[in-house]
């Protein structure tokens, strides 16, 4: 198998990897034939995904508008992928120049793409740790030299609790991270579930399986299950919501809206 030249030594293109995949469901140039294959795989079962990952970018967006417009001008993006056109440090960073974004992911490819795309950028870094060991996250000097964490920050979870399984204790994790952000620090996340979904069950679980046979299990949770990371949070209005209920810029009828647009939840609260 031909290896691009942007595909970092070290790294086995033989196996399908989440964040390039992500990268091919949003229409991106940095994945393989293996990835394609796994997420048409997927696709078969839930023709709807790339309208999900699609939803989820501009909720994404959206939260980190709403974030700079409330005074928060630090970001710590985890499980951050591939950077693809409009990423958390060009949305913030538009909004505030003076906007520092720390990306964190432990992905190779994920992580040295970020580098190339990052490169004169003093005011956003990339950190390859794993959201799993929190601690190694906050004690990262790539994350430390450049995020004030006595000061409020924005904590992203976008789109990558549904790969932590239980046994990995994502709860923990996420509450560990919690009580190391400044009182009025946000989290912005989002999560998939079989709720909202436009198909059966039976046959989204198809999709899972896709991501299974991959060693990289996507966990469905329930929309309870996913309030539970906000705990020791305020919820902002309007809560735990499908992604496009979620602040949308314009009014728009959900008629007109894709219907996978509205499969899993997103939310954003805020630390007392």
Known sequence: ????????????????SVSRMYDFYLGGSHNFEVDREAARKAMEFLPGLPKIMQANRAFMRRAVRYAVDTGIDQFLDIG???????????????????????????????VAHSQAVLEGNDRAVIAAADLRRPKEILANPEITGLLDLDRPVALLLVAVLHFVED?????????????SLAPGSLIVLTHASYEGIPLPKEEAAGTVGVYQNIRNPLIMRSREEIG?????????????????????DT????EQEDPYAFSGFAGVGRKA
Do not use: C
């Open 1 to 16: 198998m031909e290896r691009p030249a942007w595909a970092p030594q070290g790294i086995d293109i033989s196996v399908p």
């Open 167 to 179: 046994a990995d204790d994502p709860r923990g994790a996420v509450a560990e991270l919690r009580e």
């Open 251 to 254: 009014p728009q009828a959900p």
């Open 80 to 110: 951050s992928g591939i950077p693809t056109f409009g990423n958390v440090h060009e949305v913030a960073q538009a909004a505030d120049p003076g906007a520092k974004v720390a990306y964190v992911d432990h992905d190779p490819v994920a």
């Open 228 to 248: 539970q990371f906000f705990e020791g949070y305020e919820m902002v209005e309007p809560g735990l919501v499908s992604m496009p209920e979620w602040r949308p």
